[in-house]
């Protein structure tokens, strides 16, 4: 009859998982307080495929890859406003009172978000260059709700780095 491993000789003594409630986002450009983040979704990547045909066969390559938008949800403290920040940065593409639109160099933006440890390590680092604000939600009034308001933007990029 076989012996079972323990559990504790298959998993190394140093094993630490990344958590989700571990993290910072830092958005310089606008001064926008890291405490203010609620959720950021980590970054997503397509390549699109490029279909040889070659008689009764297909082969692919990589074609042009593409980075997806990432989803943030800011908490809205009464200041610093999270909902005049996201809107000053909104008015850097398009002025809606006078229907100017913005250079690209003005309101695209570098955002970094990083992965802390349980002792406050940065151990993951994200670099997303050239975003700008794809959508943005700036929730709603409830006279039957208790929970703190919140501003929810999709934010679109055009590259993206893990430093580490």
């Known amino acids: 009859m076989a012996t079972p491993f323990p559990v504790n000789t298959m998993l190394a003594d140093a094993y630490e998982p990344k958590r989700q409630n571990r993290f910072i986002f830092s958005f310089t450009d606008l001064s926008m307080p890291a405490f203010t983040c609620r959720t950021f979704s980590r970054p997503t990547?397509?390549?699109t495929p490029i279909v040889i045909d070659y008689l009764n066969q297909k082969?692919?390559?990589?074609?042009?890859?593409e980075w997806g938008t990432v989803e943030i949800a800011l908490n809205d403290p009464i200041a610093p406003s999270s909902a005049q920040k996201v809107?000053?940065?909104?008015?850097?593409q398009h002025e809606t009172i006078s229907g100017r639109d913005g250079y690209a160099a003005f309101y695209k933006k570098t955002i970094q978000l990083q992965a802390l440890d349980p002792v406050g390590a940065a151990v993951e680092e994200w670099e997303l260059k050239g975003c700008f604000c794809e959508s943005v939600?700036?929730?709603?009034?409830d006279m039957s709700a208790a929970e703190?308001?919140?501003?929810?933007?999709?934010?679109?990029?055009d590259s993206c780095i893990l430093k580490y």
């Open 45 to 47: 990547y397509t390549a």
């Open 87 to 92: 809107m000053e940065w909104v008015r850097l």
């Open 148 to 157: 703190a308001m919140t501003v929810t933007m999709t934010v679109r990029m």
């Open 137 to 141: 939600n700036f929730g709603q009034y």
């Open 59 to 65: 082969r692919y390559l990589a074609g042009k890859g």
